[in-house]
Structures are given as C-alpha cells and as structure tokens.
T-cell receptor, first 115, second 115 residues
Framework: EAGVTQFPSHSVIEKGQTVTLRCDPI?????LYWYRRVMGKEIKFLLH????????ESGMPNNRFLAERTGGTYSTLKVQPAELEDSGVYFC?????????????FGPGTRLTVT | AQSVTQPDIHITVSEGASLELRCNYS??????LFWYVQSPGQGLQLLLK??????LVQGIKGFEAEFKRSQSSFNLRKPSVHWSDAAEYFC?????????????FGSGTKLNVKP
C-alpha cells in the first residue's frame, strides 16, 4: 500500500509568487490534514478535510492560503502571494476515519523556501 | 491553551547507551499523548500513544514512554540506542475538543547517535 505522497519535495520561490503544493493521501482515506512547521519550531495544524469538505480550518494563517480537495481525493494548498514568513515544511496526513481509533499517516513534507 | 514543550533541541548519545527524551504538556483535561519520529526523507511515523490505563506504554522499535500526570510529562525512553534511531522526535497532544483530529506538537528533538 502506497503511503501519503507530497509534491514537490522542495520548492524555492520569490516573495510575491504563487506556489501550489499537492498531497495524495492513502487510497480510501477520507480524512486529510495539512500541517506546517516553520523555522524548526513546532508543527502546527492548518486544516482538516473530510472527503471534499473542510471540517476544521482554524489553523489557516490568513487568506493568502487556499486549500482544496476536489472530488475528495488529492488536495492542493496554494499560497498566493507568498511571503518570507511562509517558508517552512508543509506536511500532509491522512486517516481512514476520525477519532482515537484511526492513526494519521504523514507524508514526507514539502520544504518551501520563499526568498 | 494546549501546548507541548520539548526542552532539548539536540541530543547526542553513543550507540548502545540509554535514551530519554523529555516532553511536557499543558492541557486542561485528560491528555491524549503521542510520540512520532521522522527519519530523513520520511514522513512522521507513530511510535506510541497514551490514552488511558497503564501509564507505561510500549511502542514500536523498542521505545516506551511513561505518563506522569503530577509532572505533566510524557518522556520517551529506550534502553539501548541503535544507529538507525538517529532521527527527529516529536511529542504531541491530541485535542478532545476536535475529536482528537487536531494535534498540538512540540518543536522536536534531534537525536544523533555516535558509533
């Protein structure tokens, strides 16, 4: 069974540009999560999808970030326009269900560098 | 507010030596605690979790952790470290408010293993 995959693994863009990160969850996992780790600090929750619906987007930092999950399969996270403070590692995770019984499986992350 | 503190940013131990990684949490209710490991180029992998019951929990790869409510701690231990344990370790608390879907992570501890 393939794990959670993320693309690209690394992206370097200039301030003001747009970047789109992609996450492919494990097949059959309805729940998809985005997290971010900035400058070696703690990993912070961004949002949670159940199928194509956003269940919790309380961690999204501002309206420059747009997450979508059309069709309930893969998800994209767009940053437009990117700022220096958006640099960090963006993790995606997926789980089959919600709650204690279901483990979240994490992808390797996308390292975003904004110059 | 929920938070997790990992006071050690880097730790170096010799192969075969014992290991203890510290984790302190701040949480208003019964905590649900996790340890994850990230090896280079890999996603975060769940090592172990504590929900209730026995305060000493066993995980994969020979790791264990002990929940101490009086100290608000959930330290990770391994009696004999292997070179393959070199990685970054994250402690996390799950939020009951969000049906455990939302994790609060610490800032991580990087483990180096000397031959």
């Amino acid at each position: 069974e393939a794990g959670v995959t993320q693309f690209p693994s690394h992206s370097v863009i200039e301030k003001g540009q747009t970047v789109t990160l992609r996450c492919d969850p494990i097949s059959g996992h309805d729940n998809l999560y985005w997290y971010r780790r900035v400058m070696g600090k703690e990993i912070k929750f961004l949002l949670h999808f159940v199928k194509e619906s956003k269940q919790d987007e309380s961690g999204m930092p501002n309206n420059r970030f747009l997450a979508e999950r059309t069709g309930g399969t893969y998800s994209t996270l767009k940053v437009q326009p990117a700022e220096l403070e958006d640099s960090g590692v963006y993790f995606c995770a997926s789980s089959k269900g919600q709650g204690l019984s279901y483990e979240q499986y994490f992808g390797p992350g996308t390292r975003l560098t904004v110059t | 507010a929920q938070s997790v503190t990992q006071p050690d940013i880097h730790i170096t131990v010799s192969e075969g030596a014992s290991l203890e990684l510290r984790c302190n949490y701040s949480y208003g209710a019964t905590p649900y605690l996790f340890w994850y490991v990230q090896s280079p180029g890999q996603g975060l992998q769940l090592l172990l979790k504590y929900f209730s019951g026995d305060t000493l929990v066993q995980g994969i790869k020979g790791f264990e952790a002990e929940f101490k409510r009086s100290q608000s701690s959930f330290n990770l231990r391994k009696p004999s470290v292997h070179w393959s344990d070199a990685a970054e370790y994250f402690c996390a608390v799950g939020s009951i408010q969000y049906n455990f879907n939302k994790f609060y992570f610490g800032s991580g501890t990087k483990l180096n293993v000397k031959p």
